[in-house]
């Protein structure tokens, strides 16, 4: 009898230490949705400072329209991600986890990982910052249309389940995002609001891909040493490769160069790309540790919370904070936000288990 009682008691004490490190998960979780917004405030305001004001003022510093919106935009992500990966790096230093760091590199969670940042470094965040400068915040909600991808994804490459519920989630996102689509273009958008959204849509393919692709290394390493590892991939890919193929494409070789070398130069928007750096750093780090303690989907979905924080902190740190004009959002933007939110909630989980775990 005191046998099954102590046996019962263990189970018990079991079951709360798993929903309790599971409740952590979620909150780490929604954490990386909040530190994604700040980070993209402080990204955009990083870029419209120092040279960056010149190449996208008026002056525009004798660049043409296609370095503007590629190599440019390219190169914003570039930055940001060094920063980013310095901040990774010199945590991982301060806690002596550079060992750590090299080692894992040439292991297959190592490789995987990289592989996952150059999916959502050079490719998606590049299309992010892109659709960010042309279009603005608008582009932040429909980016996040990344966990119903990688639901998606999950179905196609893992033979995932995609019950009715994260059918009628997708559904939703998918809704909250043509809704953007279609106020955008009827109420007299900026000009490149479209390529803002198709880079905006292009950045949600990458992200849901690379959460399909980290979700196999994120239980076997390290948060800490995973983004390390992404954060140094995408920041040394989009310098060295992605940047001087497009200044290629785009017929001049050597703008590459010019104008890395100007940006790291600009003090005035080193500061906040500093910044920005930082904040990345902390939503990439809790998303992978996020989705090694509650699974790849719901920790999509939480971090896909940056759909309503983006716009938030676009809004108070740029609009308010700075007094830079455009960055107010309509009514139907702020509700499309909402719904994607919920959208993105529904496909990571049933809503009415919340109620059903409180009443247990």
Same mark, same amino acid.
């Given at each position: 009898?005191?046998?099954? !009682? ?24 929604? =954490? ?68 750590? #760091? ?161 940006? =790291?130069?600009? +003090?005035?928007?080193?500061?906040? =790309? ?34 309503? #924080?983006?716009? #938030? ?6 609009? !308010? ?8 959002? +309509?009514?139907?933007?702020? #509700? ?18 919340? =109620? ?5």
């Amino acid at each position: 009898m005191a046998e099954a !009682v102590a046996n019962t008691t263990a189970v018990v004490a079991k079951k709360k230490l798993l929903s309790g490190f599971y409740k952590k998960g979620i909150g780490i979780g929604l =954490f990386s949705g909040l530190s994604y917004g700040i980070f993209t405030a402080f990204l955009a305001l990083a870029m419209s400072k120092g040279i960056w004001g010149d190449w996208y003022g008026a002056n525009t510093a004798g660049l043409s329209s296609f370095a503007l919106i590629y190599v440019i935009g390219a190169l914003g992500c570039g930055v940001n991600d060094t920063c980013s990966a310095v901040w990774s790096l010199g945590m991982a230093g301060v806690r002596g986890k550079l060992g750590d #760091f090299f080692r894992t590199l040439n292991t297959k969670p190592g490789r995987m990982i990289m592989l996952a940042a150059l999916m959502g470094g050079p490719i998606a965040n590049s299309a992010f910052v892109i659709g960010l400068a042309m279009a603005g915040s608008i582009i932040v909600p429909i980016s996040a249309l990344c966990p119903a991808i990688g639901a998606i994804l999950g179905r196609m490459l893992y033979k995932q389940a995609l019950t009715k519920r994260m059918i009628l989630g997708i559904v939703i996102c998918v809704c909250a995002s043509a809704l953007i689509g279609i106020s955008s273009i009827t109420g007299g958008a900026q000009k490149g609001v479209g390529i803002g959204i198709i880079a905006a849509i292009i950045a949600a393919v990458g992200w849901g891909i690379e959460g399909c692709i980290a979700g196999y290394s994120t239980s076997m390493v390290d948060s800490e040493i995973g983004i390390a590892i992404r954060q140094t991939t995408s920041g040394l890919a989009n310098l060295i490769i992605f940047i001087p193929i497009i200044a290629i494409i785009g017929g001049n070789a050597g703008l590459s160069f010019q104008v890395i070398g100007q940006a =790291f130069t600009s +003090s005035p928007a080193m500061i906040w =790309f500093a910044v920005s750096g930082l904040c990345a750093y902390l939503s990439y780090m809790t998303w992978y540790k996020s989705s090694s303690m509650t699974g790849v989907a719901l920790g999509m979905a939480t971090n896909g919370t940056y759909s309503f #924080f983006g716009p #938030f902190f676009c809004w108070i740190i740029l609009g !308010v904070g700075f007094g830079i004009k455009g960055w107010a959002l +309509s009514p139907i933007s702020w #509700f499309c936000a909402v719904l994607m939110a919920i959208g993105i909630l529904i496909i990571a989980m049933n809503p009415m288990d919340l =109620f059903k775990k409180r009443e247990a």
